[in-house]
């Protein structure tokens, strides 16, 4: 049977999988051992730049500064792409180049939407 995975694929790869959890909680319950631990008030608070921290950890933030530093990942992630395609362009042709653009268009268009949605303005 070609098409069959024989028993010898999953034994492999629940062997890898126990393999990966057993050297995860092997290092965790070694660095257990090792550490130092002895815990205090002042390591318990909140740390600020070297500044007490003041007023309640609850406070709420405009979604303004999410969603722009969604919009950075999304162009960060742009970029992550952008690299291999230049690299390869020579090789892929202008099929790629066409899919590229439409790419960066489509990107472009999610900007604007942004922009136009007043998402970008900061007051």
Known sequence: MEGAVGMTEYLSVAFFIIAGTGIVLFTFFLARLIRPHNPYKEKSMPYECAEDPVGDSWIKFNNRFYIFALMFVIFDVEVVFLFPWAVAFGELGLFA???????????????????KKGVLKWV
């Open 97 to 115: 180049l066409v899919e590229m653009v439409i790419f960066i268009l489509i990107l472009f268009f999610g900007l604007f939407y942004a922009w």
